[in-house]
Nanobody
Framework: QVQLVESGGGLVQAGGSLRLSCAVS????????MGWYRQPPGKQRDMVAR???????NYADSVKGRFTISRDNAKNTMYLQMNSLKPEDTAIYYC?????????WGQGTQVTVSS
């Protein structure tokens, strides 16, 4: 069983920055790929960014150039650096990890961007 714990959410003004962290209970070097998803109020959960083996990354068009995903194998942690935040970035952000055919989720962290 893999446990994921997000942190770093909060309230920030538009244009500000936040860094989310996802602590993983196993070595992230053993994880096939990891990512961040978000779910705005009343909407579906969508992919924000994903990092694959070898450091290949993929971003949603809405966050390209503003968000950066990274993983620190030594700390068993994944990060999401969010800059130039907009009110439409307001959502619960979830950490996700894939091992083989199994996906694991964290409990989520709230990000609120005020205008």
């Amino acid at each position: 069983q893999v446990q994921l714990v997000e942190s770093g959410g909060g309230l920030v003004q538009a244009g500000g920055s936040l860094r989310l962290s996802c602590a993983v209970s196993i070595s992230v070097s053993n994880i096939d790929d990891m990512g961040w998803y978000r779910q705005p109020p009343g909407k579906q959960r969508d992919m924000v960014a994903r990092v694959f083996g070898g450091g290949i990354t993929n971003y949603a068009d809405s966050v390209k150039g503003r968000f950066t995903i990274s993983r620190d194998n030594a700390k068993n942690t994944m990060y999401l650096q969010m800059n130039s935040l907009k009110p439409e970035d307001t959502a619960i952000y979830y950490c996700n990890a894939r091992l083989g055919f199994t996906f694991y989720w964290g409990q989520g962290t709230q990000v609120t961007v005020s205008s």
